[in-house]
């Protein structure tokens, strides 16, 4: 009989099959667990890992036992307590949670099982409910965009490229340089000559021809001095730079009247964090802005934009005022990219659901490079939708999307930036 001994040396995944096999088997669990972590987590660090934990029951492996089959009775001797049909209440603490009060010096507890998922297993959990796991690597494509820029100068190029003012600088401290001892002992020649013709010495002294001669042959040698010399060009250097280094910010308008219930900020939350997604993979640089409404507008951090439970009435307008007055103030539409996304029920009086659709014509669009409108109901539209889808028709890089379900949320973003044939 023979042995076979595999003498290979294991890779360093070698237990990623079972990791893929533990994932698969416990998706339920930990798919439960990330959707926790999303709540709690911020937008903009939304693709790092997650550590996880899944209560010790869940995990244990099904196995047989050996026990009495049918309804069966004991007789336990020296018993004074409890009668037939007595009911034993479980004994307190304990339990396998590791958490709550201690048990007895009997019982053991077990912790949860913590375990942590690596960024690419978190975000295909995120994205699983969208019914696309790995759309963030495979759908969400950037175009970059480039323009030139200069970069100082260069020796070479073409003739229109030619910078006259730097050609003609670099000429004259060339002749300068090249020129300046000839120049100097010209001068000192001619105060020598002119010395001597004081002194009354005849042309024809050997002195003063010699002086004549030098000096005739300086200034022959300065006069073949080029004025402009090949070496002396410089020629503009223009480098492409890509656009989207350039600055980006993202508004993130939220409607928060009574109206808008947990469910509906929840999946809000998960259509902005796919609109950071895209723009980060578009931008270097990127600031958001988080506004939140009622009857007022406030801009306030992502904490208190999802979770402050302050509520009222329903006047969109005044959030569309306080998006102008902070672009207008810190974000100019020369020096930013400015994209805005909206997300309400559509609840609002009627009146100013008309001075919204005034306010995005006359200010907010010509300003932002792309605006989104998401109206989260699974009802009729409102009237907000009514007056916005005037808006659409006379502006393409206005776009609005009903989502009546978390489901509903990728492929409404996709409708929402997919790339627009030219």
Known sequence: MGYLIDRRVQSKNKSAVNRERFLRRYKGQIKDAVTRAIKGRSITDVENGEKVSIPVKD??????????????????????????????????????????????????????????????EFMNYFFDDLELPNMVKTQLTSTT???????????????????????????????????????????????????????????????????RRE????????????????????????????KPASQAVMFCIMDVSGSMDESKKDTAKRFFILLYLFLTRAYDKIDVVFIRH????????????????????TVVSSALHLLTKVIHERYSSSDWNIYVAQASDGDNWDNDSITCRELLIDTVLPAVQYYAYVEITDGEAQNLWHEYAQVKDSHPHFAM??????????????????????
């Open 145 to 211: 965009e480039f323009r030139n820029q200069r970069a100082g100068y260069k020796m070479s190029g073409t003739t229109t490229n030619i910078h006259i003012l730097r050609s003609l600088r670099g000429a004259l401290g060339r002749r300068i340089a090249v020129g300046g001892g000839n120049r100097r002992r010209l001068k000192e020649a001619e105060l020598e000559l002119l010395q001597l013709l004081d002194d009354k010495v005849a042309e024809s002294d050997p002195e003063v021809v010699k002086l």
């Open 294 to 313: 009622h009857t007022q507008a406030t801009e306030v951090d992502e904490n208190e934009f999802f979770n402050s439970r302050e509520s009222g009435g």
């Open 59 to 120: 995990v244990n492996e099904p196995n047989f036992g050996h026990a009495h089959g049918g309804v069966w009775e004991t007789v336990s001797p020296g018993n004074k307590e409890y009668l037939k049909g007595d009911r034993i209440q479980r004994p307190r603490g304990g339990g396998g949670s590791g958490k709550g009060q201690a048990g007895n010096s009997d019982q053991v507890s077990e912790d949860d099982f913590i375990f942590e998922l690596t960024r690419e």
């Open 401 to 422: 999307q009903k989502i009546e379900k978390p489901a509903d949320i990728y492929p409404v973003f996709r409708e929402l930036f997919k790339k627009q044939p030219k």
């Open 215 to 242: 000096i005739h042959h300086l200034r022959a040698k300065l006069l073949a001095i080029p004025f402009i010399d090949p070496f002396d060009l410089r020629y503009s250097n223009r480098i492409k730079v890509p």
